[in-house]
């Protein structure tokens, strides 16, 4: 089992920044793929950026260039810097860890933290 605590939401006006963070704990010593995920009102989850155990980066269009994932894998926390924000970056994030658990793969989810873009 591994629980996700998210934290660094909020309230920004457009343009600004923000950072998520996203620490795991429990069964952390197989965690492979770290990636943040959103959920607009009314729209499916989408993928924003995920980050392999080595490093590998993977970014959504829509925010190239404005957002950086990371990782650290001392501590099993994922970052997400999200830089020149827009209206449309509203939404609910989620942070997804892949863990390899003997031969099976398992996802797990945190609970999601508000951020929200003003005009």
């Known amino acids: 089992q591994v629980q996700l605590v998210e934290s660094g939401g909020g309230l920004v006006q457009a343009g600004g920044s923000l950072r998520l963070s996203c620490a795991a704990s429990?069964?952390?010593?197989?965690?492979?793929?770290m990636a943040w995920y959103r959920q607009a009102p009314g729209k499916q989850r989408e993928l924003v950026a995920r980050?392999?155990?080595?490093?590998?980066?993977n970014y959504a269009d829509s925010v190239k260039g404005r957002f950086t994932i990371s990782r650290d894998n001392a501590t099993n926390t994922v970052y997400l810097q999200m830089n020149s924000l827009k209206p449309e970056d509203t939404a609910v994030y989620y942070c997804?860890?892949?863990?390899?658990?003997?031969?099976?793969?398992?996802?797990?989810w945190g609970q999601g933290t508000q951020v929200t873009v003003s005009s």
């Open positions: 980050i392999s155990e080595g490093g590998n980066t």
């Open positions: 429990g069964s952390t010593n197989s965690i492979l793929t």
């Open positions: 997804k860890v892949v863990v390899r658990i003997l031969a099976n793969l398992y996802d797990y």
